[in-house]
């Protein structure tokens, strides 16, 4: 062997070691790109803290609909309707509001529904119609506070 020779396999080795220093430091570098994002920032937690449960709860918890009743002949005016579950009002005998002697109202007259979004009124097609501040019901409405329902002779106030 030569001078020559060995000076070429010495840098020919020095050559591989250089390479593979290269190669781990690529290998290394791309790891370390593809998972920042895993670790090194905080991510937001599924579990919540008591107090934002309870308040998430609050949001979506369905609020029972309270009913003055203004005029009727079969309520006692005065009185107060809570309706905490979707209510069939009408003068058939299942019905969860009966007015059984109001000559216009339809046996399934229309559903009271209480939502996480509010009061909702529905008309189940009655004949004479249901009312929301004297105007006829054309399709679902949402109630507000101190809004006058009619179903045929009954007038129901939501508080």
Known sequence: MTVEALATDETLLILKI???????????????TATKDIGGA???SIVLGAADAA???????VRPGRFLVVASRELREGSTIEVSAPTVVGREAGSGITL???EFASARHARIEPRTDGVWIHDLGSTN???????RLQKAQALRPRDIVRIG???LQLQ
């Open 42 to 44: 905080p991510q937001e």
């Open 129 to 135: 119609g249901t009312f929301v501040n004297g105007t």
């Open 55 to 61: 308040a998430m709860r609050a949001e979506l918890e």
């Open 100 to 102: 059984d002697g109001d």
């Open 153 to 155: 002779e009954t007038e």
């Open 18 to 32: 250089a390479f593979l220093v290269l190669l781990y430091g690529f290998i290394i570098l791309v790891v370390r």
